[in-house]
């Protein structure tokens, strides 16, 4: 028998399917005998692992676990597996082991790290472990030699999404899963291309993939979502594609297809590629449902852009502020503030180019997010090697100074000075408070108001520095919101 855990990862009212878990589950549904665990759902999932360990034989405990709080539960819960069940074999796969992979290994309760796509590394470790094949030979695998040393064998070239069999979303309780947001009563998830064929060299999902990209048939994605439409009346998604969009003729296929499905959807894309297409595939992309989509926009500044290997100028993401207004679909745009070299100018050149957008499509969501260094194939960006030492253990990983790091809360980056820190926190509350977003749909109308109305003079006067009543009206209307189930 073998468990799959999905540590608990986010509050309930952001739960979603565990797509990790199902991606592995759908490898040996009909040909194993397999439970999932999932701490988003089960109070007590290291009771519920222990007790399934005394009533079966436990060949293996597949863990996925992301950099983070999933991270320190993973953690836990390992420990006291490894100390009560030391024989039961626990891999280790997802983003945490795939970009820090010795610091996995150095775990004395994780055996096997699975490094980027999953799907055959675990059928073939299952196969390894029934002494079916040597450990050394199946890709994507990392593991511990006898005497300690550590074995990193090949990377795993990516496989089309096509190839594998759908998720199991019936071995779930569905209900737990699709859930109210803004883009509707019942958001599902999906996921329907793996990986992202560019580099900038910030990002994890090149350190974890390589630069590639495998798209799922619209076909395959239609049929899917056709499937949680009928089966459990979902009327959203949120796809979690790394970079949804690559190819127009892909995209205006996938439009068609699901038009009919009427759903609400939201996306991660790229700037560049989205203003390449017709306003013909724009126009089909709204009529699909598409309401909302983020961009990394990153930075306002071409000279950090670049650095940041992100082949973009900022005048493209005015340009496509301004242009898909007029389809209607809301642009969120993520910023990646502070370069290392000179984080006062990026920080002071990203506001004003703020202010730009929000000019040109008041309804444009704002996202800011610190630098926080991910380690690279190649170079960092900010040339900052040597100047940040990652952990070596999960131990320290999980630790309050690694978790503010990997959370982007309290990053403690040593170019970023807290009174830069500061005046971008601080930034980022008033333009919150300014639009509060629309995702929030536990945001009563009387607090969209108060948020508006004690934030529009900062804005209009640009003091942003100390925006203590705009701290106390945010924890004032938090603790008034609806719960997610009463909406
Ligand atoms: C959904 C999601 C979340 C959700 C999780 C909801 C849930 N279901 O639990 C939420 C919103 C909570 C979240 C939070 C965070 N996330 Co997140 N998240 C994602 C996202 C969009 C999709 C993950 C997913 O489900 N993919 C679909 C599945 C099928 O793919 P997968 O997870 O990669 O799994 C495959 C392989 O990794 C592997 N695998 C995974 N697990 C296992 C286990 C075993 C045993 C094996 C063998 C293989 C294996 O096989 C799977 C199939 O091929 C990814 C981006 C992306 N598109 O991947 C970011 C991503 C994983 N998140 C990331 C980060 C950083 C975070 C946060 C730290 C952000 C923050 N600032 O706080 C937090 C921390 C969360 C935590 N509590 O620890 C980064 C991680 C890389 C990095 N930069 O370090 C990503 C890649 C985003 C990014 N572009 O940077 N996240
Ligand atoms: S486009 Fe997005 S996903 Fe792709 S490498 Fe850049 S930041 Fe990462």
Redesign the pocket.
């Known amino acids: 028998m073998i468990i799959l855990y999905?540590p608990k990862?986010?509050k309930p009212r952001?739960r979603?399917?565990?797509?990790?878990?199902l991606?592995?589950a759908a490898m040996i549904e009909d040909r194993e005998e397999y439970y999932i665990v999932d701490g988003?759902v089960d109070a007590n999932p290291v009771g519920t692992i222990q007790r399934l360990i005394e009533a079966h034989a436990t060949e293996l405990l597949?863990?996925?676990?992301?950099?983070?709080?999933?991270?320190v539960a993973a953690m836990e819960t390992c420990r006291v597996v490894r100390a009560n069940y030391p024989y039961v074999p626990i891999?280790?796969?997802?983003?945490f082991p795939?970009?820090y992979t010795d610091a996995a290994l150095n775990a004395p309760y994780v055996d096997f790290a699975?490094r980027?796509?999953?799907?055959e590394?675990?059928v073939e470790?299952i196969g390894a472990l029934r002494g079916e094949r040597p450990l050394n030979s199946i890709l994507g695998l990392s593991f511990k030699e006898k005497d300690g040393r550590h074995q990193h064998n090949n990377h795993r070239p990516l496989k089309n999404p096509d190839g594998f069999p759908w998720p199991p979303f019936h071995r779930l309780p569905a209900k737990k899963y699709i859930l109210p947001t803004f883009l509707g009563k019942y958001t599902a998830?999906h996921?329907a291309s793996?990986g992202c064929p560019f580099r900038c060299n910030f990002?994890?999902?090149i350190s974890?993939l390589g630069s590639q990209e495998k798209m799922e048939s619209p076909a395959r994605t239609e049929t899917i979502l056709r499937h949680l439409v009928q089966r459990y009346g979902v009327n959203a998604i949120q796809f979690?594609?790394?970079n949804f969009f690559l190819r127009e003729d892909h995209a205006r296929e996938l439009a068609e297809r699901i038009m009919p499905l009427g759903l609400r959807w939201w996306c991660e894309a790229r700037i560049d590629i989205l203003l390449r297409y017709s306003d013909a595939t724009l126009e089909a992309l709204r009529r699909s449902g598409c309401a909302m989509i983020f961009f990394g926009a990153e930075s306002g500044s071409d000279w950090v852009l670049k650095e940041m290997n992100k082949q973009l100028s900022t005048e493209q993401t005015l340009q496509l502020a301004r242009r898909i207004r007029d389809f209607n679909i809301v642009p969120e745009f993520s910023f990646v503030v502070g370069n290392p070299r000179n984080p006062e100018r990026d920080t002071r050149e990203c506001l004003r180019f703020i202010r730009k957008i929000k000019k040109i499509n008041s309804q444009a969501e704002i996202i800011i997010?610190h630098y926080i260094p991910?380690p690279q194939r190649d170079r960092m960006y900010g040339d900052i090697e040597g100047r940040v030492q990652f952990p070596d253990t999960v131990e320290e990983w999980a630790t309050d100074h690694w978790l503010n790091f990997?959370?982007?809360r309290e990053p403690a980056t040593p170019w970023l000075r807290p009174s830069v820190k500061k005046l971008i926190d601080d930034f980022e509350l008033v333009v919150a408070s300014r639009w509060p977003t629309v995702q929030d749909i536990r945001l009563p109308s009387w607090g969209r108001r108060l948020l508006k109305l004690l934030s529009s003079w900062r804005y209009a006067l640009r003091i942003y520095r100390w925006p203590l009543e705009l701290e106390w009206a945010q924890r004032f209307v938090e603790l008034r919101k609806p719960k997610v189930e009463s909406l």
Do not use: K
């Not at 979603?16 to 878990?21: N, Q």
């Not at 597949?62 to 991270?71: D, F, H, L």
């Not at 891999?91 to 983003?95: A, D, H, L, N, P």
């Not at 980027?116 to 799907?119: A, C, D, L, S, Y």
């Open positions: 999905h990862s986010t952001s979603r399917f565990p797509l990790a878990v991606a592995l988003n597949a863990v996925s676990v992301m950099p983070g709080p999933q991270m891999v280790w796969g997802g983003y795939s970009i699975v980027g796509q999953g799907e590394t675990f470790l998830v996921q793996v990002c994890g999902v974890a979690y594609d790394n997010q991910v990997t959370i982007r």
